[in-house]
């Protein structure tokens, strides 16, 4: 039975990462951190919760990625910009990882929980940094009404910003794409399609370098996260079609509620 949970926990972690660009682990690390009281299994401790999660993420990443492919809504160029600091950035937070207990691991993802939360309500309610000319490199995007769209960054603010953004993907196993989206809505005026694809790009290079980090480190369970990426995987492609369709503010909502949810538990837990 336990199993069958896993499956279903990857494919809505990766449904759920695809569709708004967070990556998929804020779902699965704390129902890993939970499973053994749920499910009657060992507990799981934060290092095997986060390296198991940034496998899995992985997969999310690179599924989802590979729809977007398809209808050319990745910025390549920038994405890999991104990763340059993203990518060392992972492997700098998978390393402090090691530092947590559960009870310290408990409270700071609870409250980068609500956090994420607070972020995808200001997403919608703030206004991006006017576009302006003067930056280092300029993007355009035609959208499918037909209309221009540009917008650009700093090369060197997007590196310092991924970095930092790829410590929180490695501390916290979730890929880090929760962080990215809004940083590329807000400061650079990403297009929203195009911030979300894109971010699945950057997602799937980090969470390689940081799983890598965890592997060393012997902080996987392979027999969940087997279980966790076919689930995934499916759930990754799925996140991407449903974002092609809709604008996702009703799931964004509900994510919202469940994160401040979970998250305000793991605080409670942690300080009771």
């Not at 569709?19 to 499910?39: E, H, M, Q, S, Y």
């Not at 980090?206 to 969940?224: A, P, Q, R």
């Amino acid at each position: 039975m336990e199993y069958i949970i896993l499956l279903i926990v990857g494919f809505i972690a990766g449904s759920i990462g695809s569709l708004v660009g967070l990556g998929g682990g804020i779902v699965i690390v704390p129902l890993l951190t939970g499973l053994g009281a749920l499910l009657h299994l060992p507990n799981v401790s934060p290092q095997l919760a986060v390296g198991t999660s940034i496998v899995t993420v992985v997969f999310t990443g690179l599924s989802s990625t590979l729809s977007y492919m398809k209808h050319k809504r990745v910025d390549y160029k920038s994405g890999l910009l991104f990763f340059l600091g993203s990518g060392p950035g992972s492997m700098v937070g998978s390393w402090a990882n090691q530092f947590f207990n559960q009870d310290s691991f408990s409270l700071y993802f609870g409250i980068f929980m609500i956090a994420v939360s607070v972020l995808l309500m200001l997403k919608e309610k703030l206004k991006s940094v006017p576009f302006s000319k003067k930056r280092a490199i300029t993007r355009s995007f035609i959208t499918e009404e037909g209309k221009t769209v540009q917008y650009g960054f700093h090369p060197a603010t997007a590196v310092i910003l991924s970095f930092l953004i790829g410590c929180i993907s490695g501390l916290f196993g979730v890929g880090g794409g929760s962080l990215l989206v809004p940083a590329m809505l807000l400061l650079f005026a990403f297009p929203p399609h195009i911030a979300v694809a894109t971010s699945m790009l950057v997602v799937f290079l980090s969470s390689v370098t940081g799983s890598i980090t965890h592997i060393l480190l012997g902080n996987v369970i392979w027999l969940y996260a087997l279980l966790l990426v076919p689930g995934a995987w499916a759930g990754g492609r799925f996140g991407a079609y449903i974002n092609m369709k809709l604008s996702g503010k009703t799931i964004i909502n509900i994510l919202r509620a469940v994160l401040i949810m979970i998250g305000a538990r793991m605080i409670y837990q942690s300080l009771f």
